[in-house]
């Protein structure tokens, strides 16, 4: 619009040109003034901010060295385990790098514009042949790649417009398998290649009705594991014949249960899995396939297994236990016999457990609230622990991050005759009180809040003074069955009152201050943001709305396709009536007149889970009230920011608004 008036101004005397331009600049202000219209705009890169204040450079400078703290990411252990294939971010996104000695240097071996996703060594390879996957902007329309180190040539093996998911390989390395919606754009059907032929095509293997995902291939090549993800609460694994396309079901269909990490045993006859069958966390199970035999290995650990790995040559088993929020590494044998736990590794979050194809090398990650992921391995059966990668910490001195302790507060419900009662991760800030503080919300809601490092959070507890709580409410995962669905449907307003009951903890707390209270939350924690401030108007000052949902209705009418069923499952089905009655009731949208609390909006345009619209349509709600809020838009990104230029300017827009919010 501004390019379009100068140029008709350029054509008129210059008396009638500062007429003209001085009528429209009165236009101009006059829109701005009026609700729904934003009164300042401007553009940071990609990034599309309004009414969004300046913010002093002494922020940012100190900022500056939090956003270059980063971490390492295991991808894949060679064959024999001796080289390692991890992720890090050294340019403006993550890529890929290859470590030959524990310590040594990471040579970066992809250089694209955008990050890479899921990533592996191809068997048999030696490391010389990868197999990844990369999307465009955050659209999530994920392709595969197959990348020879010999010759530096990628060869995509997908269409490059549909979505592509959980791509595997087969132990000989010459089979890959994926999911994918090439087929109508909906359901993710079965593909898979042969990667040692340069003119080889997909072949469409088992089309489905759903969301089915790979698993593994069978020690022989010839099975593969397939699970068909339901819901969070429902999942069935089949075993289908790489041959014929024939599929067999592996798990009961009723009840429904979840079935999550399922592996081949090392002599294909057996295959493990993480399950609620029989208990309310989930444990690890064994699947005899012949007999159909089940039996449990992890009966006395009333914590859910979320992680698992067996050793191709002797056959036993890693498994990682949640506890509380922390993990636990154990080897077992075959049978769960012989149970360790593994000694000698930091306190944090394991995850990605990998052996190597030739066996007794277990390769991990490992985060902590206090340092950045770095890679590890532990070799079978000595329980060596040999550390790969030291990630970078800004300059910063270690011994200054902030480690949270769990507190635990009681909300307005009882289990078994007593309050029930919310876990929280607390890091204090370390300046004299009473102090503010900011509520972190996790996304999902099928999700856990874990103390991983976060450059945000150490800068808001021990630069700003500001202490975090980030409550496990209602509907998070790792407490159990029963805690995960206790949100569900009508329910789902009571994890907002567990935000309140977190704000009576907070009241009682002489070193917080209950009158300067914020929230942060990203996708489901938007809401869970949005929904406190319509709940809680006079007990929160301010809250950061992250690619979050503002109507659960538009939200539904809007995700994309392949998504709107699974979601359907978790937060109701919009086209029932009784259920579109309560949702259009807890929606924030709906209630926004009811928000007073200072807003910050900031969003991905090209979000295909979120829908940019949620976040416009509250900001112009907001704006239509009169009420202020912050907006930004990045231009290029999706569902959350991963690429550097974003995700750094983003940091410094919350540390910004709640300084102001909070601190002033």
């Known amino acids: 619009m501004d ?36 009164q300042e705009r401007r553009q940071v890169g990609e990034m599309v901010l309004e009414d969004v204040p300046a913010w002093d450079d002494a922020l940012r400078e100190r900022m500056l060295q939090y956003l270059n ?35 040594g240097m990471r ?26 996957t990369a999307d465009v902007g955050g659209n999530e329309a994920s392709q595969v790649f197959l990348f020879d180190r010999q010759t530096g040539q990628h060869r995509m093996l997908t269409d490059g417009a549909a979505r592509n998911d959980s791509p595997v390989d087969s132990p000989d390395g010459r089979t890959a398998a994926w999911s994918g919606t090439a087929r109508n754009g909906r359901d993710f059907d079965i593909y898979t290649c042969d990667i040692t032929s340069p003119d080889a095509q997909p072949r469409r293997l088992w089309e489905v009705d759903g969301a089915y995902y790979c698993g593994a291939f069978s020690p022989d090549s010839g099975t593969l594991l397939v699970v068909n993800y339901v819901s969070a609460r429902e ?3 089949f075993a289908l014949d790489v041959a014929s396309g024939q599929q067999r079901r592996l798990t009961p269909e009723s009840p429904p249960r979840y079935y999550g990490d399922a592996v081949w045993s090392a002599d294909g006859r057996a295959i493990y899995l993480t399950s609620d069958r029989e208990s309310d966390f989930r ?10 035999t089940w039996s449990c290995l992890t009966t006395d650990i009333d914590w859910d297994v979320d992680d698992l790995a067996v050793d191709p040559t002797s056959g036993a088993v890693a498994f990682v236990t949640n506890d509380d929020g922390l993990s636990r590494l154990y080897f077992c044998d075959a049978d769960g016999g012989g149970r360790r736990e593994v000694s000698g590794l930091p306190t944090g979050i394991i995850a990605g457990l990998e052996f190597s194809r030739r066996g007794s090398v277990l390769g991990l990650t490992l985060n902590a609230a206090a340092a950045p992921s770095d890679v590890y391995t532990v070799s079978y059966p000595a329980g ?8 970078e910490v800004g300059g910063l001195n270690p011994d200054n991050f902030v480690s949270p302790e769990v507190v635990r507060f009681p909300t307005f419900d009882e289990v078994n005759g007593q309050p029930r009662q919310i876990s929280a991760f607390y890091y204090k800030a370390r300046q004299p009180g009473p102090r503010p503080a900011v509520i972190l919300c996790h996304g999902g809601p099928e999700s856990q809040y874990r103390p991983n490092f976060s450059s945000n959070v150490q800068f808001w507890a021990h630069e700003l003074g500001v202490s975090v709580l980030c409550p496990n409410v209602r509907g998070s995962t790792g407490y159990g069955r029963e805690f995960h669905q206790a949100d569900n449907g009508v329910l789902r307003e009571d994890s907002i009152r567990d935000v309140g009951a977190l704000l009576d903890w907070i009241d009682k707390q002489p070193e917080l201050d209950s009158r300067r209270v914020g929230i942060f939350g990203g996708s489901y924690g938007g809401y869970m943001v949005l929904g406190s401030l319509m709940n809680y108007p006079d007990r929160i000052r301010a809250g950061v709305d992250y690619v979050g949902v503002a109507d659960f209705i538009t939200f539904l009418e809007n995700t994309s396709e392949y998504r709107r069923d699974l979601r359907r499952e978790e937060y109701g089905d919009e086209r029932d009536p009784q259920t579109r009655a309560v949702l259009e009731r807890i929606s924030p949208l709906r209630n926004a ?23 416009q349509q509250i900001v112009a ?44």
Do not use: C
């Open 593 to 615: 007149e009811k928000i007073r609390s200072a807003l910050f909006v900031i969003h991905g345009a090209n979000d295909p889970r979120v829908p940019l619209s949620e976040a």
């Open 235 to 237: 999942t069935h694994w």
């Open 384 to 391: 060596a622990v040999t550390r790969w990668t030291e990630s």
């Open 283 to 292: 444990k690890l199970h064994r699947l005899e396939l012949a007999g159909g």
């Open 69 to 103: 703290t980063r971490g390492a990411t295991l991808r894949a252990l060679s064959d024999n385990g001796a080289r390692l294939l991890i992720s890090t971010r050294f340019g403006e996104t993550e890529q890929l790098h290859v470590v030959e000695t524990p310590m």
């Open 107 to 132: 040579r970066q071996v992809t250089f694209r514009d955008e990050p890479i996703g899921s990533a592996f060594f191809v068997a048999a390879s030696d490391g010389g042949r990868v197999l990844y």
């Open 3 to 38: 390019r379009m008036n100068d140029a008709a101004i350029g054509h008129r005397p210059a008396w009638l040109a500062w007429t003209a331009g001085r009528q429209v600049a009165l236009l101009v202000g006059a829109l701005l003034a009026l609700p729904g219209i934003a």
């Open 621 to 664: 709600k907001m704006r239509e009230l009169g009420r202020p809020v912050w907006f930004a838009n990045a231009l290029n990104e999706g569902h959350g920011f991963r690429k550097r230029q974003n995700s750094d300017l983003a940091a410094v827009l919350f540390a910004h608004f709640f300084r102001e919010q909070l601190l002033k």
